[in-house]
């Protein structure tokens, strides 16, 4: 799950808790077929807040640089 979908799934509607639940179904799965440590739910909104986060204070500031409608960063440079 990538920012862009991170930031899509929360600007529908969902908690930031239902993202990050959702972000770690995805990533543990990712993560179960290359055998790797599965990551908990702690890690997952650990993850998932600060990309809302950074989102939020980039729409707060009305700067020049923020992020499109399909939630990629774009820059006016």
């Given at each position: 799950m990538e920012k862009e979908d991170?930031?899509?799934e929360w600007k529908k509607g969902l908690k930031?808790?239902?993202v990050a639940k959702e972000y770690m179904k995805s990533e543990n799965k990712r993560r179960k077929a290359l055998g790797e440590k599965q990551i908990?739910?702690?890690?997952?909104?650990?993850h998932v807040e600060p990309i809302i986060f950074?989102?939020?204070?980039?729409?707060m500031?009305?700067?020049e640089d923020g992020?499109?409608?399909r939630g990629?960063?774009?820059?006016?440079a």
């Open positions: 991170i930031i899509r930031k808790e239902t908990t739910a702690h890690d997952a909104l650990a950074e989102y939020q204070k980039q729409v500031r009305g700067a992020y499109n409608d990629t960063i774009e820059t006016n």
